[in-house]
């Protein structure tokens, strides 16, 4: 018998996979913004966060929106590098240093360096969101606790000044580091007062053993959820990035602006285009006046519900 041979049917039924696979590859390339996949080495990463760093309160505020900033910018980055033969050429103002090939690869490292940092940034946010949710329930039974062992010291100062002036200053407080102190005002009480404590006959003794349980796991929950200063810190270096990056643009645009004004390829450098009342705060690229919201090309890139954009409560304003 003769062995089988392909058939026709079957060869257009491969081609036709061939075909499809090689355009959900290039569909996943157009997704990424045309930049290839790029690694930050870790000795790059710490020389771009000390100059991020050197920047001190000259960086802008991050307005949001990564994931299409960071495609806009890595168009920017692919363009220059296309164009670079003319952009080093440029004639820039007295003082400011020759735009260099060099330059212009670094700003790719720029760019990943702002995703880095801004993901460091959301991780940190999201740990003090959830710490933030842990506390509520302890919390809320410890000012339950509060409020009825006030009742009893309230009978038992009646002809106190002395006691009196010590409850009016647990109550005077509010917020959560308030209740963390209340709650230890309130233990020194039931410690002072331990023998009438103890005969109180509404349960004055099991809430003062229950609130000594929860004084420690309040005043630990309370520093998980409150924004320490490493948080503090990543966020600064997440607004420097993107300033690094604001910055490497400008000059770019700049020297494009000088090649190739009036032309098609200008489009390729557009600043990011402002959208109306999206953004909380900082600085931008649209108020140049250069480019408005049309500037954008339809690349199928959606405004909203991609991944790294606009993260809970980052509006913008500094901690």
Not at 221 to 226: H, N
Not at 230 to 257: F, G, H, I, M, P
Not at 291 to 307: I, N, Q, T
Request: glycine share 8%; aromatic share 6%.
């Amino acid at each position: 018998m003769a062995p089988n041979t392909p058939t026709a049917a079957s060869s257009r039924t491969k081609n036709a996979k061939n075909t499809r696979a090689s355009s959900d590859a290039g569909g996943a390339a157009r997704s990424s913004g045309g930049a290839p996949e790029f690694t930050l080495s870790a000795e790059r990463e710490a020389e771009l966060l000390r100059e991020a760093e050197s920047l001190g309160d000259n960086a802008s505020l991050f307005p949001g929106k990564l994931a299409r900033r960071v495609i806009w910018a890595s168009r920017i980055q692919l363009a220059a590098e296309r164009d670079a033969a003319d952009l080093v050429r440029t004639p820039f103002a007295e003082g400011e240093p020759e735009l260099t090939r060099e330059e212009i690869r670094e700003f790719r490292e720029k760019i990943e360096l702002l995703r880095v940092v801004q993901s460091r940034w959301q991780a940190a946010q999201q740990r003090q969101e959830r710490a933030a949710a842990a506390f509520e329930k302890p919390a809320t039974e410890a000012v339950q606790i509060k409020q009825s062992l006030l009742r009893f010291f309230d009978l038992r100062f009646k002809k106190s000044p002395e006691g009196q002036k010590r409850l009016m200053a647990i109550r005077a407080g509010s917020g959560d580091a308030d209740l963390v102190q209340d709650v230890s005002d309130l233990l020194l009480l039931c410690s002072e007062h331990a023998e009438a404590v103890h005969k109180a006959p509404r349960g004055e003794a099991a809430a003062a053993d229950r609130l000594r349980e929860l004084s420690p796991v309040l005043a630990r929950m309370l520093a998980d959820k409150t924004l320490s200063l490493e948080t503090v810190r990543s966020r600064k270096l997440r607004d420097a990035a993107y300033t690094l990056v604001v910055n490497a643009e400008r000059r770019l645009r700049a020297a494009a602006e000088y090649w190739y004004a009036g032309t098609d390829k200008l489009k390729d450098y557009a600043p990011f285009p402002a959208s109306r009342g999206a953004y909380g705060g900082g600085e931008e690229e649209g108020d140049e006046g250069s480019a408005s919201e049309e500037a954008e090309p339809e690349d199928g890139v959606a405004e909203e519900g991609e991944s790294g954009d606009d993260e809970a409560g980052d509006d913008g304003k500094s901690p």
